[in-house]
Structures are given as structure tokens and as C-alpha cells.
């Protein structure tokens, strides 16, 4: 795969700090429990969604808590979500606290429309909407990211739309090359050169903007700091 499409060390990698000089944000809600999305990936997606000046039509696939729609609600137009309903999820073993947990963040928000499904097989005209920027975080196989991939590239709105996936670097700095794979095998061939990773986060991204980049080094020399405050409040 990785000789195939010539990523031998994997895709490009833009600086964060180049695709957001001066980044200073912050996210909420984030729980740091199983399955959900780092900080950072947040903070990614968040500063993503602002560039577009609140007219940002945000879409993702795998909802899950609702963290991550609920963390770009604030500074979009609208947002959809498409995961699996309660039905799926009983049909798969998923319910009791499964299903408790689900869109438990993103149900208050008025600008945020769930739609219920399997991304392997919903039939995507029927949303008849096109979005800025899309978050591809359902099935990390490399057939459900793959056919989700193939999905969400008819859904772009114009030259300025954005894609990210989740879970391509799952450790930050070690590709998922299952992941990595669907992507690529996923992507139009001629929008493959406009894939990238950004550092210090589990992305990927698709963006027609040009950037500075690098290869995915590994052990990374530190060349930024972050700094995190947490505040916690019970639910």
C-alpha cells in the first residue's frame, strides 16, 4: 500500500502551528474516557470550523457521546450527524448503558440534526446538502474507511471543504496503516496529493490549502509546547 500510492513514510505533515499560527483555544465537553477523541482533536476540528466565520456546515460520521459535534456546535451554522440508531445498536450487542451514553452530549443543540444509520450503507442523497468541513470517526476497518471515504468526498461544497479523519495516528507519532489504507484507497485519485497529517494530533485532513510539511518523524525532537488547563464540573 504504502509503495502502491508512494507514502512510504506516510502522508506529509503540516505543523499545527502553521495551519493555526498563535493557536490559543479552548474545547469543551471532553470526559478522557474510552473511544472518544483527544484535546487536541477537538481544538483541530474547533479551529477548523471558525476559518468559514460562522457559516460553517459541519458533518460527521460516528457520533458516539456527541463530544466532538458538541465541542464545533458553538461556531457553526449546522451540524449532522450520522451514527447508528438505537435499533442498530441492540442488533450488534450495543444497548443498555451503550445506548444511554449515546448523543449524550449533542442532543441539546439546536443547530445539531442526528440522523440514524450505517454509513456502509446509507444512502447519502438523500441528505441533498453539501458541508465545509466533515469528520470521518465511524468504522476505523479498512472497509468501513474506505467506503466511508468514498462517501464523504461527494459531500464537499467547494475547493474550500475540509475532511478529517479520526484515528489515523492513533499514538500521535505510529501510523494506522489499516486506517491509512482505507484513506488512500478511499480518496479520488487526483485528490491524493492534498492529504496530509497534522502533528500532535490522531488526523488526518484533506484541505486544497497549501502548508509547509514534513514527514511523520519518529521519535519526534519536541519543537512546540502546549499548555492545559482542566477544569472539572459534575454532571
Known sequence: MREKYGFINGLPQINILDLFPGLNE???????????????DFVLLK??????????????IGTWRGESIAAVAPVCRSCTSLSLGDEDMKRIGWGGKFLEVQRFFSKGFINVAHIN?????????????????????GDHSYEGTKIDTGNVFKLLKDDN????????????EI??????????????????KYLYHVSNTYCAIFTKKSYPVKPLDYPTVPDKKFTVTIKAEKL
Open 26 to 40: 479552548t474545547v469543551e465537553p471532553v470526559t478522557f474516557l474510552y473511544g472518544t477523541s483527544m484535546p487536541i
Open 47 to 60: 479551529s477548523l470550523a471558525k476559518q468559514f466565520n460562522g457559516n460553517c456546515d459541519f458533518f460527521e
Open 117 to 137: 444509520g450505517n454509513s456502509q450503507t446509507f444512502d447519502f442523497s438523500k441528505m441533498n446538502k453539501r458541508f465545509d468541513l466533515i469528520f470521518v470517526d
Open 161 to 172: 471543504s475540509i475532511i478529517v479523519w479520526h484515528d489515523y495516528a492513533p499514538t500521535y
Open 175 to 192: 501510523i494506522d496503516w489499516e486506517v491509512f489504507a482505507g484513506i488512500l484507497d478511499g480518496t479520488p485519485t487526483e485528490y491524493r
